[in-house]
């Protein structure tokens, strides 16, 4: 079902917080240090071991799996937002350094998709 999925991203969340806020104090910084991070390798590995040690029903993958492909692009879309803010406040060579960063990725797509393609 659908809330195990909940909940299994729920239980992700919460420890990659906890440890998160831990990394940070242990460096000496107020902040959540790779709390997000540690939450999405945690889900991507407690789902992968879920399925293969345990004999869930067909519903339940279902719902685990939607909630670990949902969870990953909001927070890389957050985190996107995160960086274009930063980038506006750093001023003009924040902005010159993203505007390059994606020109370049975007010329390589094609290189890309020759090697899938292989």
Not at 8 to 22: K, P, Q, R, S, T
Not at 30 to 40: C, F, K, L, T
Request: glycine share 14%; hydrophobic share 60%.
């Amino acid at each position: 079902m659908v809330i195990y999925g909940v909940a299994l991203l729920a239980f992700c969340m919460l420890v990659g917080i906890i440890f998160g806020e831990l990394l940070g104090r242990l460096i000496g910084i107020e902040a959540n240090i790779g709390g997000i991070g540690i939450a999405m390798l945690l889900l991507i590995f407690l789902s992968n071991y879920l399925k293969k040690s345990f004999n869930l029903g067909e519903i339940t993958e279902r719902g685990i799996h939607f909630w670990s492909a949902i969870y990953i692009p909001i927070v890389v879309a957050m985190a996107a937002k995160q960086n274009v803010m930063g980038a506006l406040d750093g001023g003009f060579v924040a902005l010159l350094a993203g505007g390059i960063a994606v020109s370049l990725s975007f010329l390589l797509i094609p290189l890309l998709s020759k090697l899938g393609n292989k």
